[in-house]
């Protein structure tokens, strides 16, 4: 399924990659533009989905371990893909709900590439700011005032020619007055830019940065439904377990709560004792037991900045966005020199 490559382009190991089509501006047709821009392809996919299999594609070791974890923190993830791992990045994701897709020219001002709509004023998180060494260091997200949550981006290039993709998460608050006239792009800088929290990241031209929620969905054990007991209680309990947690005696104290039981002993515990299985092995029929079935489960969704930018509801879904973003080149000019790497 090429659900998502179908935005570059399916790969393939015999045809060059097709040219990637990109919508124009106004007034200018559609060519491309002069400068150096970066294209973001925003996917939409079920909120209740997981997207790990998929992250796993991903090499987000190129990101520095510090800023990678300080995202993580506040739910957000990003890493690196190469584009002939598309069709198998697109095979992995669940099937998108909507795709859109922008693209920005570089500026001297970052602008925004994912926004929220306005937040509501009985909204209240934190956002974390800590460095490590640095003692932790804690801000309060509150809503109303016309507010939202934006994902700003900026192009720089380095002296080495290479073009590095600049994110950094705002709270934008819009200044009622302005006192001194203002530039709109100034403007659109009002409210928090959480300047610790940028991130750069240099994507080579085989490569594609992808930005998502980090959300992880631990595996668990799934009972087939012929085994299934029917109390729901317990159905719910079976999907909180650990795979690898040792039984629990109830009489101990020091025993995990009743929640973390493994649910087979659950179920054999609240049994009468007249439906319990005897315990004479020699009149029991030998059942060969069919191996358990894992598959990942959805862990609790923690309120934070990634969370709250990258969940929404599309067509009366829940959905979870995912960007995938290149820094192109502007096409050669005809009559242009090229010029080799020996030169």
Known sequence: MCSLA???????????????????????????????????????????????DAWSIINEQLVPPLTRGIWRGNGLRIGLLPRNQLDAYSEAMPQPVAFSRILINKSSYPVSILETPRLRSDLRFEIDLTRPPRPRAVETIRGGDNSTLRL??????????????????????????????????????????????????TPGKGQVAVVGLHWPWP????????????????????????????AADPSDPAAPPRHLTPVEELLERDLP?????????????????????????????????GSKLLTGTRIRQPVRTVLLITIEDPPAEPGDAEVSPAD
């Open 6 to 52: 179908l935005l570059f382009g399916c790969q393939s190991t015999t045809e060059p990659e097709p040219d990637i089509p990109l919508p124009g501006f106004a007034g200018e047709g559609p060519e491309r533009p002069k400068t150096v821009y970066a294209v973001i392809r925003r996917a939409d996919v079920p909120l209740d989905e997981s997207t790990d």
């Open 219 to 246: 595996i668990g054990e799934v009972l087939e439904e012929d085994d299934a007991d029917s109390d729901a209680e317990a159905d719910q309990l079976l999907l909180s377990t650990s795979i690898d947690e040792p």
């Open 273 to 305: 004792d007249t439906a319990k299985a005897p315990s004479d092995a020699s009149t029991q029929p030998e059942v060969n037991d069919p191996k358990p079935r894992y598959e990942r489960i959805a862990s609790p969704l923690a309120t934070s900045f």
């Open 152 to 201: 700003l981006a900026k192009i720089e290039t380095g002296v080495d020619g290479r073009h590095t993709l600049v994110l950094t998460p705002q709270h934008y608050i819009p200044s009622p007055l302005d006192l001194i006239p203002r530039d709109p792009l100034e403007r659109e800088m009002d409210g928090r830019v959480f300047e610790e929290l940028a991130l750069r990241v």
